[in-house]
């Protein structure tokens, strides 16, 4: 226990753990929609995530090539611009096709949540295993050697090319917080802002809201469930492709099952906000983030990740529908 | 997938009208043919590439900890994400007594590792399992990480180097001698295949019984038996007041009170039931031929895909959960020619199962008749779509 560390470094922890938590909050927001609208655990939600992150390094590869630079913030946003688009689109097209494939056709047949559960958790698989084959997958197609700088190695580690330096923005309380930092927390809150007044506003967020408290009122009501589902997916893989951006500008570098832990950390955010809200989403990310920055900061940085599942039994004792439970169903009309 | 499905019904079907001592007699016939399996080693499906007696070994305790997770996520409903914690449990118990910090026999370190595992399902599921569904899902999933993470961490149970050299189950008749004592009663030998004809191979013997290097096939015996042990127990319990029970709460929980059911006690047996099966098969795993474990043999993708063992072989039928089980250990390591794909494959099967058979392979037969009957309800009122239909 090293309170000293902690209380010393107390401003850094939290900056950098709201930063991390924010990424935690964008992916959360996937996993919360869809349990909304379809009560179901959306498994496959990490590799969307993945899928982002690469489309982010690529536009990189592509603008650069493979030789490594480093940049500031300030001389990068322009191609940060042009990449969060990029992952958003692939992002969000990977998350319809999961729609499409692994969930629609389960419904159809009235297949029991956990077996689309096993749908998800399939097609998770596939969609890692695919990109850490993609070397030979571009060999079926005959481009291995023009994507080399896309495919080769696939399953190493994927390096951004551009090495983000982070330059101090200002200073408070003899920490000076960094520019990437403020980004990808100011980033990552306006999206969810943007989302939420989304889903409160439009049409098409009213509609998502009202199959998410009763489909079949909704059905009768008028509400074509398919095509708020697959907005639903899509909206969940806008937002996993800004994540995307934000994790890239953060740690840099992604591989082919970067999804995954990502993914817990950030299903575990949904659930301790309550899962189905939005706004819990925001409230679980940002809380695990610093609680587990607080955590690695007083025993060590090997039991990070035990502390961020205490936390979660422990607030899921005292409160067993999240710390804002209400689900998206239930908010306000 | 059209004829296996109506092939495998068919199978259900029959199997459900048969009498008594033909059911009985076919399971010991059954039984016995799984025993030999890895002697006999038939063509096309012995692997080729790996030891066959490991592969069954894989199989058998893959199947068994689908039974003990059918338990929980079959009988109960409980969704249970972090079961692998059970298995680390039981494993890391049996290997910090007969290894690294005592040095108890195998039989004696089991039946501590199965309570020690039982009573980790309690400390775990007392406070939680008042918690909704799928919140228990992270909740176990959370668990299991823990105890990976934790294991990882602490020194007295041997960090990150895992536990080495655990002791094997002890041998019958005389230990090996080397450099060429098998020891053992008597060996036998297994069959090599030319095409469709056998013929006996001398070269690949199984001495009985010794728990040794040589071959995996006596560990193999050993699980297959406590399988069938386990599904007898299985069967007893689930026909009792206890499956009652767990049926009933699983089926409406509100319900099962009012009746007085005290549901919240059965969950939690289920649990700890679940677990003692988990740590059970995690002791023997530790023990088994490499008698090596470490944190990283605890993945929380192992405890995804006993999850999808249990489901895909349909929850709540006790052999549904082993041929589940069985199908999730065997098929990638047949399909190892595929080496690279194998996942990617098994990913996709994954997928296109459900689209084929919502229900699992082999799911209870309360289940199909309930499907059946819903589906006869759905027609008359014309319904369409039935999304929220639970488990």
């Not at chain 2, 296996?4 to 007699?25: E, I, K, N, S, Y």
């Amino acid at each position: 226990m090293d309170f000293s560390f902690l209380a010393n470094n107390i401003v850094e922890l939290t900056v950098t753990g709201l930063a991390l938590g924010a990424i935690y909050a964008l992916v959360a927001l996937g996993y919360t929609m869809v349990y909304g609208v379809l009560q179901l655990i959306n498994f496959a939600h990490s590799e969307v995530f993945m899928y982002g992150t690469f489309a982010v390094a690529w536009v990189f590869v592509f603008v650069h090539g493979r030789t490594p630079s480093t940049q500031t913030l300030g001389e990068t946003i322009g191609l940060l611009l042009l990449s969060l688009v990029a992952a958003m689109v692939v992002s969000a097209l990977i998350a319809m096709l999961l729609e499409r494939v692994a969930y629609r056709p389960l419904l159809k047949r009235k297949a029991p949540r956990l077996m689309a559960l096993i749908s998800a958790i399939g097609a998770s698989f596939a969609l890692a295993e695919l990109m850490g084959l993609r070397d030979r997958v571009a060999g079926w197609v005959g481009l291995r050697d023009d994507l080399d700088a896309y495919v080769a190695k696939a399953r190493d580690t994927y390096s951004n090319p551009v090495t983000i330096q982070p330059q101090t923005l200002f200073e408070v309380g003899g920490y000076g917080v960094k520019d990437v930092d403020v980004m990808v927390i100011l980033a990552s809150l306006f999206m969810m802002l943007a989302l939420d007044q989304f889903v409160r506003r439009t049409r098409f967020g009213r509609g998502m809201r009202a199959v998410a408290q009763d489909p079949e009122s909704a059905a009768l009501m008028g509400v074509n469930s398919t095509r708020i589902i697959r907005g639903t997916f899509i909206l969940g893989g806008l937002m996993a492709g800004a994540a995307a951006t934000l994790y890239m500008v953060k740690i840099g570098s992604t591989r082919q099952d970067a999804g995954f832990i990502l993914g817990v950390k950030a299903f575990t955010a949904a659930v301790l906000g309550g899962i189905g809200n939005l706004r819990g989403a925001l409230v679980g990310g940002l809380l695990l983030g610093v609680s587990e920055n607080y955590g690695a900061a007083l025993f060590g940085t090997e039991w990070k990740d035990v502390v961020a599942f205490v936390l979660l039994i422990l607030i899921l004792l005292v409160r067993p529908s999240g710390l804002l439970g209400e689900s998206l169903g239930k908010a306000r009309a | 997938m059209g004829p296996v499905r109506t092939a495998l019904d068919a199978m259900a079907r029959r199997w459900a009208g048969m009498p008594r001592g033909a059911r009985v007699a076919l399971v010991v016939l059954l039984a016995a043919f799984f025993y030999v399996l890895p002697l006999v080693r038939p063509p096309v499906v012995t692997t080729q590439q790996i030891d066959f007696g490991g592969v069954m070994f894989g199989i058998a305790a893959f199947a068994l900890v689908a039974v003990g997770l059918n338990i929980v996520i079959g009988y109960a409903g409980l969704l249970d994400l972090g079961y692998v914690g059970f298995y680390a449990v039981g494993a890391y118990t049996t290997g910090v007594l007969t290894s690294y910090q005592f040095h108890w026999s195998f039989f004696a370190a089991l039946p501590v590792a199965i309570v020690v595992t039982m009573i980790t399902g309690v400390l775990l599921g007392a406070p939680t399992l008042r918690v909704r569904g799928d919140y228990l899902a992270i909740v176990t999933l959370g668990f299991g990480e823990i105890i990976r993470l934790a294991v990882t961490n602490v020194e007295w149970v041997g960090a990150a180097a895992g536990i080495k050299d655990i002791p094997h189950p002890p041998n019958i008749g005389p230990d090996p001698e080397p450099p060429f004592g098998t020891g053992g009663l008597f060996t036998i030998p297994s069959l090599s295949w030319d095409g469709l004809v056998p013929s006996v191979d001398t070269g690949r013997e199984t001495p009985f019984l010794v728990f040794g290097a040589v071959s995996a096939i006596p560990y193999y015996w050993l699980v297959l038996t406590v399988l069938i042990l386990v599904l007898v127990a299985d069967r007893l319990v689930k026909d009792s007041r206890v499956g009652r029970a767990w049926e009933a709460t699983r089926e409406d929980e509100d319900a099962a009170e009012l009746m007085g059911v005290p549901t919240f006690r059965f969950k939690l047996l289920a649990f700890a039931l679940g677990a003692a099966i988990g740590g059970l098969s995690g002791a023997l795993y530790a023990s088994s031929q490499g008698g090596y474990i470490n944190p990283q043999s605890f993945p929380l993708l192992l405890s995804i895909l006993f999850v999808a063992a249990v489901i895909v072989g349909g929850a709540g039928n006790r052999w549904g959960a082993v041929l589940g089980g069985a199908l999730v250990a065997y098929l990638p390591e047949r399909f190892r020619e595929f080496s690279d794909f194998r996942l990617l494959v098994f990913g996709l099967a994954l997928m296109i199962l459900p689209v084929y058979r919502p229900q699992g392979l082999l799911p209870p037969r309360r289940t199909i008749r309930a499907r059946a009957a819903q589906e006869e309800i759905d027609e008359l009122e014309g319904r369409e779509s039935a999304q929220k239909e639970v488990l």
